[in-house]
């Protein structure tokens, strides 16, 4: 029995797909005699280069233990599979355990996307409240020029009353 | 002291602390640059590597 890492990186068009290739990929180990100790789902990620025409992909990462003869029997299943664009096995020592720094870093990325949604709609109401105001001394100014015209019309008035 | 913190073990998943262990061009920095142990600058160059066949770190600026 060895311990490894298996890292594989999905077609982003398929990200839909996840589950069904979850159980397909966790079927394949378990069939070849396969522990699985731990799934992290990662997410979308941009690719630091273009792979196949792909600049994003769905990453997994499974720690899992079992038979280097098995795993090579895994890696020819796997290997024409057209929503795998890139995967890798290596095997460890030890497993860490604790979550890695990609899936925190992904999590914080989530939320900070949400905080900054809420962040924009304050923003948006803010702007909101501030249209208002500017609509209201839009309003006052365009008074006050009425106002500037009427008694620019009234001067008028008076000249030409001057004139007759 | 050193400027880099380094963790007890490497993994190619710590992207930001091997971002500091390559150049702008995506070059691994030499150990007389460097000045970490020897040990683990064959551990971080492996890591390194891994996690440019993952597209986690590029290989070089040049990619389209």
Do not use: C, W
């Amino acid at each position: 029995m060895r311990k490894y890492e298996a890292i594989i990186i999905l077609n982003p068009n398929l990200s839909s797909k996840v589950d069904n290739f979850l159980k397909d990929f966790e079927k394949l180990l378990k069939d070849n005699s396969f522990n699985i100790l731990k799934t992290e789902d990662i997410g979308r990620r941009q690719l630091a280069y273009s792979i196949n025409n792909h600049n994003k992909g769905h990453y997994l990462i499974f720690n899992i233990e079992g038979d280097s003869l098995k795993l090579s029997e895994v890696e020819n299943k796997i290997k024409y599979n057209d929503t795998i664009i890139r995967y890798l096995f290596i095997s460890v020592k030890e497993h860490s355990g604790e979550d890695s720094q990609l899936l925190i870093d992904s999590k914080n990325k989530n939320n900070d996307s949400e905080s900054e949604e809420n962040l924009d709609k304050k923003a948006q109401e803010k702007v909101n409240i501030k249209s208002d105001d500017s609509s209201v001394k839009e309003n006052e100014a365009s008074q006050v020029k009425e106002n500037s015209e009427e008694n620019a019309s009234n001067n008028k008035n008076e000249t030409e009353q001057d004139d007759e | 002291m050193s400027k880099y913190k380094i963790p007890e073990r490497f993994s190619f998943k710590d992207i930001n602390l091997l971002k500091q262990f390559i150049t702008e061009t995506g070059k691994i920095i030499p150990a007389r640059v460097t000045g970490i142990s020897a040990s683990n600058q064959r551990k971080i160059t492996k890591s390194i590597k891994i996690a440019r066949f993952l597209a986690l770190i590029p290989y070089t600026d040049m990619h389209k």
